[in-house]
C-alpha cells in the first residue's frame, strides 16, 4: 500500500473511533446552532469542505472540481468513485442539482489536522423537495483532506444518509 493510501486510511479510521457515537443519534433541531469542535489546525480544511459545498450550492462545478484531489475517492450509497475525473463524468451534476435545490442544515461538526492531512466530520439535516418529491433525510459527512503544493485538497469524501425519524 502506497504512503498516501496508508495515511488516508488512518485518518478515515481515526474519523470513524473518533466520532462514531455522535453518528448514531439524531443531530440538534435544525433551529438549533452547530455543535462545533473544530481544531484550530483543522480550521483551513474546514473551510475547504465549506468551500466544495458553497460551489455545488452555486452550481459552480468547476470551483467544486477544483477543491478535489486528482485520486479522490467518494463512497455513496454502497458506489465508488476513484478519481475526480470519475465523478466529473458521474455524479458531479447530479449531486450541484440537489445541492442547489435541497438545502442542508449542519448539526455538528469535527475537525482535526496534523502537517499534511486533515479530517472533517459533519451531520445535518437536509430538507426541501427535488423533481417533486419532498425530502428530509439526516446525513452523515466525512471528509479527508491532504496539503499539497497549493493548499488542502479533499483526497475522500464518504456521504451517508437515511430518512429522518
Known sequence: MSAARTL???????????????????????AAASIDDVQAEAVAAASVVDAFHAALEHGDT???LALLADDVLIFEGGGAERSKAEYAQHHLAADAAFSAAVPNTRSRRSARASAD????ASEGRTTGQ????????LSAETMVLRREADGWRIAHIHWSSHAAR
Not at 117 to 120: D, E, L, P, Q, T
Not at 130 to 137: L, M, V
Open 62 to 64: 468547476d470551483a467544486a
Open 117 to 120: 492531512s486533515a479530517w472533517v
Open 130 to 137: 427535488f423533481n417533486g418529491r419532498p425530502i428530509d433525510s
Open 8 to 30: 488516508l486510511a488512518l485518518a478515515v479510521s481515526m474519523s470513524i473511533i473518533s466520532s462514531g457515537p455522535a453518528f448514531a443519534h439524531d443531530p440538534v433541531p435544525a
